[in-house]
């Protein structure tokens, strides 16, 4: 069974401009989430989404958005990069249902860095 | 707000030794607690997940429990090997309408052959 698929891996773009990453669960997983990664603060929680519907944001600006589509792959969009937005980006996905007591199962990240 | 820290920030310790790393968290009212493996610029490995009505999960030479009154949850890695080397995370699942992980800073273990 495939895990969590994040593409691309890496990118690097410049200030200013929009990036979209994309993930796609595990098969059947219907809750995505979506977490930064950087040395100073750590791993921080942006979003989750559910059945196509976000359920919880994190505590980021407007600038970072995210959807998800009927076949549970989610998409995360950050607009007018910072030099701070340069992170490990990584999804996480759960089991059919989003029950409580359910593994989180992380992709390998997008390594984004903005210059 | 939960707020989780982990003790010690890095570790290191030679081959063959048990060691225990600790993470601790402000609100128990927590769904599950999840340890976590990271090697260096890879994304997480799940290793064990504690749900809130246990008290402790193994998975080979791993032991994690788990203790909601005091907020505490204990990962121990018996007879380490040098592959143990990496980070490793603890997280708590909140529920409801604030569901998601909250993460530790997460221990860097150093196993030295």
């Known amino acids: 069974k495939a895990g969590v698929t994040q593409t691309p891996r890496y990118l690097i773009k410049t200030r200013g401009q929009q990036v979209t990453l994309s993930c796609s669960p595990i098969?059947?997983?219907?809750?995505v989430s979506w977490y930064q990664q950087t040395p100073g603060q750590g791993l921080q929680f942006l979003f989750e989404?559910?059945?196509?519907?976000?359920?919880n944001k994190g505590n980021f600006p407007g600038r970072f958005s995210g959807r998800q589509f009927s076949n549970s792959r989610s998409e995360m969009n950050v607009s007018t990069l910072e030099l701070g937005d340069s992170a490990l980006y990584l999804c996480?996905?759960?089991?059919?249902?989003?029950?409580?007591?359910?593994?989180?199962?992380f992709g390998q990240g997008t390594r984004l860095t903005v210059v | 707000k939960q707020e989780v820290t982990q003790i010690p920030a890095a570790l290191s310790v030679p081959e063959g030794e048990n060691l225990v790393l600790n993470c601790s968290f402000t609100?128990?009212?927590?769904?599950?607690l999840q340890w976590f493996r990271q090697d260096p610029g890879k994304g997480l490995t799940s290793l064990l997940l504690?749900?809130?009505?246990?008290r402790e999960q193994t998975s080979g030479r791993l032991n994690a429990s788990l203790d909601k009154s005091s907020g505490r949850s204990t990962l121990y890695i018996a007879a380490s090997q040098p592959g143990d080397s990496a980070t490793y995370l603890c997280?708590?699942?909140?529920?409801?309408?604030?569901?998601?992980?909250?993460f530790g800073k997460g221990t860097l273990l150093t196993v030295n052959p």
């Open positions: 996480a996905s759960s089991h059919p249902g989003g029950a409580m007591n359910t593994e989180a199962f």
């Open positions: 098969s059947g997983h219907r809750s």
């Open positions: 989404y559910f059945s196509e519907t976000q359920r």
């Open positions: 609100d128990s009212a927590i769904y599950n």
């Open positions: 504690i749900q809130s009505s246990q």
């Open positions: 997280a708590g699942l909140s529920g409801g309408s604030n569901y998601k992980l909250t």
